[in-house]
């Protein structure tokens, strides 16, 4: 499958939080993308802040690159802008299927699936073979309750949550995807230099 792994941009939010004076690279989408590289399927990583993409640039690409999964990573002041770019990507392909996760989750993911149609999927604490075991059982209902962390929708459409994410394993998790990175580590910027 074709996957865009990105943090959204901080477009409620100007200035300090809105530059990219203080863009890492993101670890838990590095994670995420080496464990669905390894399994053969299409990563490509974006960084809006960083590339400079405002929220119509975000979603041309994925809309002319046909996407198949959105996934998001989200802290709290990206929220609102998870919130844009999921529904404008759901409203513009549809089919597409958007997966949502980060530290934003913790405690109020069943809220959050609740309130906002256009989130198909969360993920609440740790998520590095969410998408992976999604992909491998084919988004099957069937399966949803085995997979840790995640909230999901049951067939009467009622929000179910399976409680905290655990990474069963962490000495088996590949090193971050460092070569998918939109631009060379070098581009991101250090905190106060
Ligand atoms: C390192 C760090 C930073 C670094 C680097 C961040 C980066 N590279 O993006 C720096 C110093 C830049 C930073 C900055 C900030 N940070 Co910070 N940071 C952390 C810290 C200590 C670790 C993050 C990390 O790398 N974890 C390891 C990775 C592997 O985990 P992860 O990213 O959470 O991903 C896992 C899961 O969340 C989940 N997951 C995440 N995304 C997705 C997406 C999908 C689709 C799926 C399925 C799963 C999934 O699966 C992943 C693998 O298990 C956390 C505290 C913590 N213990 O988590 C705070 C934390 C994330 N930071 C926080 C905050 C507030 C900030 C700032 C806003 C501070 C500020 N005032 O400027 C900025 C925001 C910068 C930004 N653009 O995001 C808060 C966020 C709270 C919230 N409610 O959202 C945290 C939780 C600390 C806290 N307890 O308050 N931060």
Known sequence: MKIILLKPNFSAHKGFL??????LPNIGIGIIAAILSE??????IKDPVLEG??????????????????????????????IQLA????????GIIT?????????IGEE????????????IGEGDYLISELIKCDFNID????????????????VVSNGMGITADMDKLPLPDYDNYPLPLSAYTPCCE
């Open 18 to 23: 809105g530059s990219n004076y203080f863009v």
């Open 39 to 44: 399994e053969g399927h299409e990563v490509i």
């Open 53 to 82: 993409m405002d929220l119509e640039d975000t979603v041309s690409f994925i809309v002319d690159n046909n996407i198949d999964i959105l996934g998001l990573t989200t802290v709290s002041m990206h929220y609102e802008g998870a």
């Open 87 to 94: 529904r404008e990507v759901k409203r513009r392909r549809q």
């Open 99 to 107: 997966i949502l996760g980060g530290p934003h989750f913790q405690g």
């Open 112 to 123: 959050c699936l609740k309130k906002n149609s256009f989130f198909d999927y969360i993920c």
């Open 143 to 158: 399966c949803f309750s085995a997979i840790s962390g995640l909230v999901y929708r049951d067939a009467s459409g009622k």
